[in-house]
């Protein structure tokens, strides 16, 4: 079957550095997404990665391993406003996304 | 208005209740879903409108029914739900490629609880 794993929760101080796993097993691969989404809000599109390395976006960065099935999103110089939950998806062979259940971030001062 | 819009934006309803979720996208986009959000759990496809085909999640009841009248609209009319039903439900739409990155633009959602 398919299957995206991610921890449920993490706590990280304000302006330090988190790093949020994932790890994938789906039937073809199309990509790897990683969308934010405050309390009661829609999730927003944070990230894209198709090819192995690491994608740099200002404070985030997103690793993609296609040979590990795993990617991680690193998130710098935290801040109150990062407290959200990431969620993961990877596009399958026919293009669907099969998403992670999430990881609700909690962020400290 | 931008963007993806629902209507509304929470629901209390009873299991004997007919109702609608409204969602109207502003960008454009070729492409619309209905989600299924609950707590602790993956985001749930219920149903794709793509190019004036309708993919559906067969494991979806038919207490669910979805309507997609053009582009821009998609409708989910729901009747003698379960409170099993009580969850978020999101739209989202994309514009749909057929390769490449299919990123998806979503709705805030629609809080429904089933009484």
């Known amino acids: 079957g398919q299957n995206i794993d991610q921890p449920t929760e993490m706590t990280a101080t304000e302006g330090a550095i988190v790093q949020i796993n994932c790890t994938y097993q789906t039937s073809g691969f199309n990509g790897l997404f990683w969308y934010q989404q405050h309390a009661g809000e829609a999730p927003t599109f944070l990230s894209y990665n198709v090819l192995d390395g690491l994608e740099e976006k200002g404070r985030f960065s997103s690793f993609l391993s296609r040979s590990k099935g795993y990617s991680y999103l690193l998130l710098k110089e935290l801040q109150m406003k990062d407290s959200a939950s990431y969620l993961c998806a990877v596009g399958d062979s026919n293009y669907q996304l099969i998403w992670g259940a999430g990881t609700k971030l909690i962020i400290k001062p | 208005e931008t963007g993806v819009t629902q209507t509304p934006r929470h629901l209390v309803m009873g299991m004997t209740n007919k109702k609608s979720l409204k969602c109207e996208q502003h960008l454009g986009h070729n492409a619309m879903y209905w989600y299924k959000q609950s707590a602790k759990k993956p985001l749930e496809l219920m149903f794709v409108?793509?190019?004036?085909?309708?993919?559906e999640n067969n494991s979806v009841p038919s207490r669910f029914s979805p309507e997609c009248p053009n582009s821009s609209h998609l409708f989910l009319h729901l009747h003698t739900l379960q409170p099993e039903d009580s969850a978020l439900y999101l739209c989202a739409s994309s514009q749909r490629t057929g390769s490449g990155a299919n990123v998806l633009t979503f709705g805030a959602g629609s809080r429904l609880t089933v009484l």
């Open positions: 409108y793509s190019l004036e085909e309708r993919v």
